[in-house]
């Protein structure tokens, strides 16, 4: 290994180890075990070598929210890790993150569900997993049904042969507190569950509030910046 992938790799070990301690004590904190969490490290803007380092470390899951540059990165990386789209998605790139993605997080319209299960009946794969994002702030442009909609999409979803409903995601509002709206997503996240007892997916937390996320009840935290570090500014 040359130097720069070394020194890569000493910073995403201890960025990840600091990680892993920061979701066991959130976890601890309210006496679940950190043994029920996943990692999603959101490798948008990052090169697909850094995918590689993540995976020798033992990382399992990664992210991405753009499908041209996650096919390019899958394409190179390959799998596992697991990938999971987190980006809001237009349909007609659906057939293009089916082809890659094991788990999209961002289903928020019935349109989406059809073309992601249209595009996986033709593809030789399992069921795409698939999680209902809900809308905690009423921003269109951030993604996400509203939560008293998002129980038929759930049923929607279910009802699709080659989609596979694991439960919900979210994002935090910009501002407000991150606890009350993952608390409003842990009820959409409850009722769904009533109807749909193997959807007890919820993908919640990022670097800033993953402690808020884990303590409402989080399964998935999607972790970027405080694994990979920051991010140049988004261009265009
Ligand atoms: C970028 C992104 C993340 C990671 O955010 P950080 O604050 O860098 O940890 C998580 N979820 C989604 C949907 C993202 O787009």
Redesign the pocket.
Known sequence: MTDAVTDRRAELAANLAAVRERMSAAARAVGRSPDELTL?A?T?TFPASDVALLAELGVTDV?E?RAQEAAAKHAVAGSPPRWHF??TLQRNKAALVASFADVV??VDRAELAHALDRATATLDRPPLEVLVQVSLDGEPGRGGARPDIAADLADLVAAAGHLSLRGV?A?APLDGDPERAFATLAEAAARIRARHPDATWISAG???DLEAAVTAGATHV???????GR?PPPVG
């Open positions: 999603v959101v948008k992210g929210n987190v980006g997080h961002s995601m994002i990022m670097s800033g999607r972790i970027g910046t405080a694994l990979l991010r």
